[in-house]
């Protein structure tokens, strides 16, 4: 079974924090790039971060630069996106996916793999 579980989601204050797991069953993650993507409710499904198969380069859109913070650990198969300074802009579902190169459009991922079921995250007072 191919699959990519998202998890750590929840409801958080502006300001605060959390960290999104992205842990894979069936695929050797260290054969991918990962990205992780989000979708806010009426909108499109937007790049946020994306990482080598190496680790390097990383990449991150504009608005979460300095804020979030996307990490793989390959001995647990599993990729990581912590998250800072949460703002209500950044309320959405968040996905992870692998592309076989790395790449920041989301055209290159979810080839490999079927989109999960995403983890919601609300930045919300």
């Known amino acids: 079974q191919l699959e990519l579980v998202q998890s750590g989601g929840g409801l958080v204050q502006p300001g605060g924090s959390l960290r999104l797991s992205c842990a894979a069953s069936g695929v050797t993650l260290d054969h991918y790039a990962i990205g992780w993507f989000r979708q806010g409710p009426g909108k499109e499904r937007e790049f946020v971060a994306a990482?080598?198969?190496?680790?390097?380069?990383?990449r991150y859109t504009e608005s979460v630069e300095g804020r979030f913070t996307i990490s793989r650990d390959d001995a647990e198969n599993t990729a990581y996106l912590q998250m800072n300074s949460l703002k209500p802009e950044d309320t959405a579902v968040y996905y992870c996916n692998v592309a076989s190169f790395f790449s920041t459009y989301y055209s290159d991922y979810g080839k490999l793999i079927p989109w999960g079921q995403g983890t919601q995250v609300t930045v919300s007072s």
């Open positions: 990482i080598g198969r190496s680790g390097s380069p990383t």
